[in-house]
């Protein structure tokens, strides 16, 4: 599991406002399908992560507004042969943390390969080895629940798009360790009618009843649902319990239900944002006759609207601001933690070069195909707010001809910067690709000869996901690079920057590329 201590906090997106309220999204970055446990005084979160790896982040906070990345779960995502070559909107579906008996659970879906488990004694790790609990095309979205009387349940749900079915959500008793199912799959809701697409179940227990919270209608189009029974199997009772109203809040999609120890009771769900991805928000929730009201309830009729802004929880006492990090000035022994790979790691693609202060890329050979689509070796991190300007400074050592490293902003549509090798001579060159997922081709919209080893890359992000590429031999004057660049979602994922170093043919020696920083700024 990879773990690194941070000390960061974002200069473009910060949910404190440091008067005892916040804002929402208390994370402006894609954790898709956030879920949260209470163990005491902390809180961890996990959230999907697809094919990018290391996968499941682990999240840590002390109040629900303030959160740093504490870690992974996933080393490498399994079955391990199939992902280490992208696997664009497969992999790591949404996932599930819970702790019982002094360990922490994540049960995640694969949509592909069926419901898994792991397990860690502390949210840091080491986590056990994934387990396939129940194996199957098309189940998704499990949450465990393990009952007063020692019984363990799941309920999980279905992707239309590989079962064939969907709109329903469904239990299955587990065996005492949680590992495998032993009972018969019974389904408990249709919301065909008038709840269609209810999915991401959470699965909990209070005064009695079995709680079921889902998300129905689509997720950037829907509503967040209740279910209540006094028994595992029902029937259940439904409720809606949020709706977008006449907020700016669409969706709002599947999300957690936690308390405070002082007996608050909060949601935290998220929002799709497009290019952003799913931006995580933090919700109020109050009773009312037996059911929960999340957000602000303007019109009395039990189905509460999101917030924008609102106090802080009551978690007894103040701490100080964290947000996940950003910046990496590339120091030391470990890759930061808000890199991830476009695919399982192999060594070849890069390593930290400890004290000498640079994380060096190396330049593999580029895959058969299209563009960057296929690459497997795209180091990138999430965005982290509306706006922001991220500029990096690199070193590029190239041995052959047709070597190249570039910045890119990457979904199914993308646009990178690089500096490449072409016979004698570096070019910079800004290259667009549309539609790539189904087979779109790049497009040079820049060129212009480079002469040196070092270059500067910047990367300006505005409102509605505008990009403008430019380039610096000093840091300081930077020249444009090509037209605006409209950045889009990947496969089920926000956009990402990072990088990228390739070549053409084989060589027992491939160029490298040495990136001294990365720095994020207003």
Known sequence: MQVAAQNQVSKVWVA???????????????YSDPDVVRVGDDYYMTASSFNCSPGLPILHSKDLVNWELIGYALDKIVPEDVFNKPQHGNGVWAPCIRYHNDEFYIYYPDPDYGIYMIRAEKAEGPWSKPVLVKGGKGLIDPSPLWDDDGKVYLTYAFAGSRARIKSVLMVNELNSDGTAVIGNDVMIFDGHEEHPTVEGPKF???DGYYYIFAPAGGVSTGWQLVLRSKNIYGPYDVKTVMAQ???????????????????EDWFIHFQD???????VHLNPMRWENGWPVI??????????????THKKPDVGASYPVMTPP?????????????????ANPHISYGFPSGNLGYYRLNCIVRPEGNGLWDVPNLLLQKFPAEEFTATTKLSFHTRTPKEETGFVVMGEDYQYISIQRLDQKLVIQTVKCENARTGGGEEVVFTNDFNGNDVYFRISVKEGAICNFSYSTDGNNFKAAGPAFEAKPGRWIGARIGYFALREGITNDSGTADIDWFRISK
């Open 326 to 342: 950003e910046s990496d000035e590339f120091n030391g022994d470990k890759l930061g933690l808000q890199w991830q790979w476009h």
């Open 204 to 206: 909990y227990k209070a």
């Open 245 to 263: 109203g006449d907020t700016e809040i669409n969706g709002p999609h599947q999300g957690a239900w936690v308390s405070t120890p002082s007996g």
């Open 295 to 308: 957000g602000i309830d303007i019109d009395s009729d039990g189905i509460g609207e999101p917030v924008l």
């Open 16 to 30: 404190d406002n440091g008067d005892g309220t916040y804002r929402n999204p208390i994370i402006h970055a894609d």
């Open 273 to 279: 944002k497009e290019a952003y991805g799913r931006i």
